[in-house]
């Protein structure tokens, strides 16, 4: 079967405690670059080994060498700098990521996590699959007022700058031998909350048309993807800390975040936040849909049978062939973890296994 699989997840996992410790270490100049590399490639090996040993198709490298999801791919664009969140912000608590902002042009000068890839496929002799934020989420959490005026007085430009910028990116990861990535964007799941969509009015932008804009960026970021490449979108409402920033069903952007040129759309759908299935009614024929329904904020353990009778929800609006089953994001979007255990995240991630199995055979 070609990706997704009818047991997939997000990505990022838990990082060991020893690795945390080992990353402290290095970020205060007490551990040695290589050492760190050692440490990183030891704990990839033990989680690709342990994903493969629970029966799963889709293998990552649980984003182990990063300290954001999203930030450290985005940090290394030509242009593309780090600055503090005005908001809207997380819940529960006083840490909140950073955003990125644009100083000057958005190129790729670089291959950038091509390597983390090669590591992982040459781990695996599964499915290796790769994670990396969507061309959105550059321009999301700021907006107009996070780019600069001096190097964009034309959002046209920029949104043709970031688009060129990642269809570089998405070649040197194709080069690597990628034939499975997945594009993170919280961006559409986000505007479906009305907090989130008058920030964006603040920011200088009109909520209602950045879905647009968004799956536009998507499309030309694709546009020359290899054939053999599977390409995915995972959103949800926010994953930091087991906290999140918006609520709201997916009836404002469906229609247009259905019309990104990927492959297959992981969804939340882990509780009341996320609305209903209704809104899936607008996927397009031959697109996948995998649903989120195990959460990764909680260590609680979904009942196999309530998690059946959801997807029997689901399938009144997209075949049962056309789905796939997930967590609804992943256990560890930060390098801080949600707040469950490892062994919590391993039972979630073979309790998807076995129910895949059950309701697919």
């Not at 005026?149 to 080069?175: C, G, K, Q």
Request: hydrophobic residues 40%; proline residues 6%.
């Amino acid at each position: 079967m070609k990706p997704p699989f009818r047991a997939d997840h997000v990505g990022s996992l838990l990082r060991p405690g020893w690795l945390a410790d080992a990353r402290r270490q290095w970020k205060a100049g007490t551990l040695p670059a290589d050492a760190l590399k050692e440490a990183e490639d030891r704990a990839v090996r033990e989680a690709v080994a342990k994903q493969e040993s629970i029966g799963l198709e889709s293998i990552t490298d649980g984003e182990f060498r990063r300290d954001w999801w999203h930030l450290d791919f985005m940090g290394q664009l030509d242009g593309v700098t780090m600055t503090v969140n005005p908001g809207p912000k997380f819940g529960g608590t006083e840490e909140q990521p950073p955003i990125p902002s644009v100083t000057g042009k958005v190129q790729c000068s670089r291959p950038i996590m091509a390597d983390h890839f090669a590591f992982l496929a040459s781990a695996t002799t599964r499915t290796a699959k790769m994670t990396i934020p969507s061309p959105s989420m550059i321009h999301l959490r700021g907006g107009r007022k996070s780019i600069s005026s001096a190097a964009y007085p034309d959002l046209a430009e920029f949104w043709a700058d970031v688009s060129d910028a990642y269809r570089v990116a998405i070649r040197h990861l194709a080069d690597a031998g990628c034939t499975y990535l997945q594009l993170d964007d919280v961006s559409f799941s986000y505007l479906c909350d009305p907090k989130v969509q008058a920030n964006c009015r603040a920011n200088g932008d009109d909520p209602e048309k950045l879905p647009r804009t968004y799956a536009d960026a998507i499309n030309r970021a694709l546009k020359d993807r290899p054939a053999g490449m599977t390409v995915s979108m995972h959103t949800c409402r926010g994953n930091f800390k087991s906290s999140f920033v918006a609520s709201g069903g997916y009836d404002p952007v469906a229609e247009a975040m259905f019309s990104s040129g990927v492959d297959a759309f992981f969804m939340e759908f882990d509780n009341a936040r996320s609305g209903s299935f209704e809104p899936l009614r607008l996927l397009p024929k031959g697109k996948k849909v995998v649903l989120g329904l195990v959460t990764t904020k909680v260590g609680e353990l979904e009942d196999a049978d309530f998690i059946k009778r959801r997807i029997d929800e689901a399938a009144r609006f997209v075949p049962l062939e056309d789905l796939c089953l997930s967590p609804q994001c992943g256990f560890s979007s930060t390098h801080h973890g949600n707040a469950l255990s490892q062994d919590d995240q391993w039972n979630k991630l073979e309790r998807i296994v076995q129910i895949a199995r059950e309701v697919w055979k």
